[in-house]
C-alpha cells in the first residue's frame, strides 16, 4: 500500500531576494497569466539540507546518516586512509588507482570530473576497501592509456583493475542510508546502475499574486575619505520583490525506507528531519542585506495512501488581488482549502491532514487543527505509522 506524505505552506516574504538568477535579479516565472515570484526546487532541498546539518550537531541526525555533493572526493576518502596510518602521497595514488577501478577517474587537480554525491558511510566504506586491498593496488594495473580518449581511457582503467577490488567497490556504492540520497536522489554518470530514484519530489515556490521587480539603489563612502569631499564612493542597485509564496513537497515512504535499505527508524527520522525542515529552513539569499526572516503561518500535512500526488498551485491559477484591510496569506490559505476541498469531492481519497494555522483562515473539515510544529510533525508521523 502506497503511503504519500504531502506538505503545503504559505510563506509571506518581507522585501528579498531570496533565488537570483543569472542577472542576480531575483528568479521569477510566467504562470496563469501573470508574472509570479520563484524560488526554485534546488534552492529549497538546499536550505533543507543545511537545517540536516544543524541536526547534526543538535543531535537530531548522526554524521554517517548523511551525504557529501562534492568534487573533491579523494581528498575526502585520503583523510580516512591517512587516520589508518597511510602516508597522504600513497594514499592519495591508491585512492585515485581504485575509484579509476569503478570509472570515477580524478583530474590532476585532485577534483572528480563531476560532482558526486556520496553517503559518508559510501566514502567511509570505500576507504576500508583500499585500506584492506592496499598490496593489490598498484599504478600499473589501473592506469588509463596516454593518448586514448576520456571514455576509453577510464574503461581501459577499469578493465585493468583487479576483479576483487571491482567486486568489492560495487557492493559499497548503495546510497550510504544516506538520507539525503535517499530523499532527493542522485545520479552517478558513470555508474549509471547506482543511481537512486528520489523519494521526495519538490515544488518551486511560486507566489499567489502576480509580483512586479523593484529596485533598490544604494550608495556607500569611504570612512576615510575628507570630511570636505562630497559625493558616494560606490554605487549601484539591488533587485528585490516581496511576496507570498505558496510552497509544495511530497514525499513516497515506501520509496524512502527502500531507498536507505529497510531501515524504518532512519526512514522515520529522516521524515520528520525533511517536514521540519521543509517549515523552518529559509533560502540564504541576500538575507544579510533584507534579513527576511518570515516563518510560514499555514502549513498543511496530508497522509494519503494508494493515490497520486496533489499539487495545489491551481488554487491560485487566477492570481490574487486583496484588498488593504485583508491578509494576503490568510486569503491565499482560503483559496487552498477551498481548491483542496474540490479536489477531494471529484477525486476522494482525502486521507488524514493536520494544519497548524496562525491565520483566521476557517478549515470547514480541511484537516485536524494543531497548536505548534512539534504537534504537527508527531500527528504526521504517528498516520504515517497507522
Known amino acids: 500500500m502506497k503511503t504519500l506524505i504531502e506538505i503545503h505552506a504559505l510563506q509571506n516574504f518581507a522585501p528579498s531576494n531570496l533565488n537570483r538568477d543569472d542577472t542576480g535579479a531575483p528568479k521569477d516565472a510566467w504562470f496563469g497569466g501573470s508574472r509570479r515570484a520563484r524560488v526554485s526546487s534546488q534552492c529549497l532541498k538546499r536550505a533543507v539540507r543545511q537545517h540536516f546539518k544543524g541536526l547534526v550537531e543538535n543531535g537530531g541526525l548522526a554524521s554517517d546518516d548523511l551525504a557529501r555533493r562534492t568534487k573533491r572526493i579523494l581528498e575526502r576518502i585520503t583523510e580516512y586512509l591517512v587516520a589508518k596510518g597511510h602516508s597522504e602521497a600513497e594514499a592519495d595514488e591508491k585512492t585515485r588507482q581504485a575509484l579509476a577501478a569503478v570509472e570515477l577517474s580524478i583530474k590532476e587537480d585532485g577534483k572528480s570530473e563531476y560532482l ?37 581511457a577510464k574503461k581501459q582503467a577499469a578493465q585493468g583493475a583487479d576483479p576483487e577490488l571491482k567486486k568489492a567497490l560495487d557492493k559499497v556504492f548503495n546510497g550510504g542510508k544516506a538520507v539525503d540520497v535517499a530523499l532527493f536522489g542522485r545520479m552517478l554518470a558513470d555508474m549509471p546502475e547506482k543511481n537512486q530514484h528520489a523519494a521526495c519530489q519538490v515544488a518551486h515556490a511560486i507566489s499567489t499574486h502576480a509580483v512586479e521587480r523593484e529596485f533598490d539603489f544604494y550608495t556607500a563612502v569611504d570612512d576615510l575619505k575628507p570630511e570636505d569631499t562630497a559625493g558616494a564612493d560606490m554605487m549601484g542597485t539591488v533587485e528585490f520583490n516581496s511576496a507570498c509564496f505558496y510552497r509544495y513537497a511530497v514525499v513516497d515512504w515506501d520509496g524512502l525506507v527502500k531507498n536507505l535499505q529497510e531501515d524504518t527508524d532512519l526512514a522515520e527520522k529522516g521524515l520528520r528531519a525533511f517536514l521540519e525542515g521543509f517549515v523552518v529552513a529559509e533560502p540564504t539569499g541576500k538575507q544579510n542585506t533584507f534579513a527576511a526572516h518570515n516563518q510560514p503561518e499555514f502549513v498543511a500535512v496530508s497522509v494519503r495512501r494508494n493515490t497520486a500526488p496533489s499539487n495545489l498551485a491551481n488554487a491560485f491559477e487566477t492570481a490574487l488581488r486583496v484588498r488593504k484591510e485583508e491578509s494576503l496569506t490568510q486569503v491565499s490559505a482560503e483559496k487552498l482549502v477551498d481548491k483542496a476541498k474540490k479536489l477531494r469531492a471529484a477525486y476522494g481519497n482525502a486521507g488524514q491532514t493536520f494544519v497548524l494555522n496562525l491565520t483566521e483562515t476557517k478549515l470547514d473539515g480541511f484537516g485536524i487543527s494543531v497548536n505548534s510544529l512539534k504537534e504537527l510533525l508527531e500527528k504526521s508521523l504517528a498516520a504515517v505509522k497507522e
Not at 567511509?124 to 598498484?138: P, R
Open 116 to 152: 558526486v554525491f556520496l553517503g559518508e558511510r559510501e566514502i567511509a566504506s570505500v576507504a576500508d576497501i583500499i585500506h584492506e586491498k592496499w598490496q593489490s593496488i598498484s599504478p600499473n594495473n589501473a592506469s588509463p592509456v596516454a593518448g586514448k580518449k576520456a571514455g576509453k
